[in-house]
């Protein structure tokens, strides 16, 4: 009989002060509520090992991503594809891409991110997945369970009676009319893929989509109500170790129930805390025969309009006139430009019947993470969004028609939903689940 390694590791990702948030388009980091970490789980015993990791902040785009996924490929001895890395999203936390920073340290632009800090996170990262692999502990059985939340995820769009979007309700939304409009389309689970051996639980893996922000802007660093309440459970279950990602949520936030006070953020805490002790209550574990890992690049179309394209945007970015947040914007769209015929890996690790993870990039619309469930209803399907997130949002293309704000800053063109469903169903090895 074959044997499976576990090995979970951990790390600092918090920023000092003065650092820009959220890529320098809100104030700086003026002190920190909460640490940001890095958290993740080495699985190894089939092929080459596979990682699974999670960084409390905003996101990683293109060189970036690319630059922390390999690096901790090396440390574990594995395929930068074998990498899945993702990012929670809270908005008091560093938005990274090097390249974008690069061209704005050229043009003498506002600062988007510290090289030097970067650098220091992916390396310190690394270093935690070295020191992991030298006392993995062997694991015989994976778990599934799932636990509904309650007022948190409301849809972010809230269409009009003409099929256009009548309110955005952001994270924090104040207009009582657009809170008190229908939920709309959202997944109100929270799912929790687990490992044991035998009867004992080694790692929790949480999995729920929706913008994890309940108030930002303040200067204050944190990992906000989905990364506390991580901790909660991690404080509870000490020997359990805890890992949080955020679903497809680029449409999902929990403006329906929450004005942006501050006091709602422990109330959002625990509604998040009580979703993952139901889903842990509700947990069934399966033995583990192996598992496969599905790799399909694919290649997003960047956006046809001229006001995406590389002549305004370079003008964008150079115009000191211009906001922190258009001229940054302005870099991040060039550096999307760029990197147009570099892949992005969508992937999959599939447990066989029972259990699947399926990890994508970018800001993906829920639509994606029900999709993923409908085309393998023999199992539970855990989804990761927020992966490389080179294209930020990825709308349905329905959206691009509808308004709303996603589109006016999504990167990839309404072609990029056929891509993504399509290689999806590869990934999930739907057509075989199937029969």
């Known amino acids: 009989m074959p044997t499976y390694h576990l090995a979970t ?16 388009w809100i104030e700086p980091v003026r002190g920190v509520d909460d640490p940001l970490k890095v958290l993740g789980v080495v699985l190894l015993g089939v092929g080459k090992p596979v990682v699974m990791c ?3 902040w905003t996101g990683l ?14 440390a574990a001895h594995t395929v930068p594809e074998n990498v899945c890395l993702h990012c929670v999203h809270p908005h008091n936390a560093p938005f990274a891409d090097t390249e974008a920073q690069k061209l704005l340290a050229e043009v003498k632009g506002p600062p988007l991110l510290d090289l030097k800090f970067f650098d220091r996170c992916v390396a310190d990262s690394a270093d935690a997945i070295k020191k992991a692999l030298m006392k993995t502990v ?3 059985r994976v778990g599934a369970g799932e636990g509904a939340v309650e007022k948190v995820a409301s849809n972010r769009r809230v269409l009009g009676p003409d099929g256009k979007v009548k309110f955005v309700r952001t994270s924090a939304t104040k207009s009582q009319e657009a809170r008190d409009a229908d939920v709309g389309l959202i997944d109100p ?3 929790t893929l687990s490992f044991w051996t035998g009867d004992t639980p080694l790692a929790a893996l949480h999995f729920y989509a929706t913008h994890p922000m309940s108030y930002y802007g303040d200067g204050r660093v944190s990992a906000d109500f989905c990364g506390l309440a991580r901790q909660k459970r991690q404080d509870e279950q000490k020997g359990v170790f805890q890992v949080y990602f955020t679903g497809c949520a680029g449409n999902v936030t929990a403006g329906k129930y929450n004005d942006g006070a501050k006091e709602n953020r422990p109330v959002l805490r625990d509604r998040i805390y009580d979703g993952m002790t139901a889903a842990w209550k509700a947990t069934k574990t399966y033995p583990v025969t192996g598992w496969e890992y599905r790799v399909e690049p694919v290649k997003l179309p960047p956006r046809s309009e001229k ?3 590389e002549e305004q945007s ?3 970015m150079k115009d000191e006139k211009q906001t922190k947040a258009k001229r940054n914007n302005a870099a991040l769209q060039l550096t999307w430009l760029k990197r147009k015929d570099a892949p992005i890996e969508i992937t999959a690790l599939d447990f066989g019947k029972h259990i699947t993870t399926l990890h994508l990039p970018g800001e993906p619309f829920v639509e994606f993470q029900l999709a993923a469930q409908k085309l393998r209803p023999d199992a539970a399907v855990f989804v990761a969004g927020y992966g490389d997130d080179g294209p930020g949002y990825i709308p349905t293309a329905a959206a691009y028609l509808q308004g709303g704000y996603e589109p006016t800053v999504a990167l990839a063109g309404p072609d990029s ?3 993504v469903l399509k290689a999806m169903a590869k990934v999930l090895n739907a057509d075989t689940a199937r029969k």
């Open 9 to 24: 590791f951990q790390s600092d990702a918090t920023p000092p002060v003065g650092h820009p948030l959220c890529g320098g």
């Open 54 to 56: 999670a960084v409390d």
């Open 61 to 74: 785009r293109n060189e970036a991503y690319r630059t922390w996924r390999k690096a901790l490929a090396d």
């Open 138 to 140: 062997e694991f015989d």
């Open 189 to 191: 689970k929270l799912r």
């Open 307 to 309: 006001l995406f394209g």
């Open 314 to 316: 370079t003008a964008d």
């Open 417 to 419: 939903e056929a891509i």
